[in-house]
């Protein structure tokens, strides 16, 4: 089993900027592919960014050039930096964690990001 835990959401006003980290513990066993999504009610939810297990990083369109997707393998943690932050932003965001062999897939419990006019 693997946890996270998200940290780093809240209330923000347009153009300002918010960092989100997801720290991963538990059965890990190596470096992973590690993500975030989110959703808004009535949507699916979407890839925002993500850092595969080999480092290459995938961006959604609408958050490349404002948005980046870092992480620590010593501390098995994600992070991702928002800036310019639009009102479409507001989201629930949510870690995803992939296992390199099995292709198992967690969530964390999401952390709610509110950009205001």
């Known amino acids: 089993q693997v946890q996270l835990v998200e940290s780093g959401g809240g209330l923000v006003q347009a153009g300002g900027s918010l960092r989100l980290s997801c720290a991963a513990s538990?059965?890990?066993?190596?470096?992973?592919?590690m993500g975030w999504y989110r959703q808004t009610p009535g949507k699916q939810r979407e890839l925002v960014a993500v850092?595969?297990?080999?480092?290459?990083?995938n961006y959604a369109d609408s958050v490349k050039g404002r948005f980046t997707i870092s992480r620590d393998n010593a501390k098995n943690t994600v992070y991702l930096q928002m800036n310019s932050l639009k009102l479409e932003d507001t989201a629930v965001y949510y870690c995803?964690?992939?296992?390199?062999?099995?292709?198992?897939?967690?969530w964390g419990q999401g952390t709610q990001v509110t950009v205001s006019s």
């Open positions: 995803r964690f992939q296992k390199t062999f099995s292709r198992e897939v967690y």
């Open positions: 850092n595969s297990a080999g480092g290459s990083t």
């Open positions: 538990g059965s890990i066993g190596g470096v992973n592919a």
